[in-house]
């Protein structure tokens, strides 16, 4: 996807996750109300990627090594 699009849409998610409203409804259904850009988001799913993987092995529940 062309930067720029990409730049505008991370500023509109930005926007509008940190939207006081999103935010009272997050809070109300037990969320947290939290943004996290790209580079942030790919580095928190690698994390929990890792911490999982090694769950299911330890659970022997890992199909492939």
């Given at each position: 996807?062309?930067?720029p699009i990409v ?27 939290t943004y996290l ?19 299911f092995e330890k ?7």
């Amino acid at each position: 996807m062309p930067k720029p699009i990409v730049d505008k849409l991370v500023k509109a998610i930005e926007i509008g996750g940190k939207d006081p409203e999103y935010v009272k409804y997050l809070t109300s259904t037990n969320n947290f109300p939290t943004y996290l850009g790209p580079g942030e988001l790919f580095k928190f799913f690698e994390e929990e990627r890792r911490t999982h993987r090694s769950i299911f092995e330890k659970a022997g529940l890992l199909k492939e090594k």
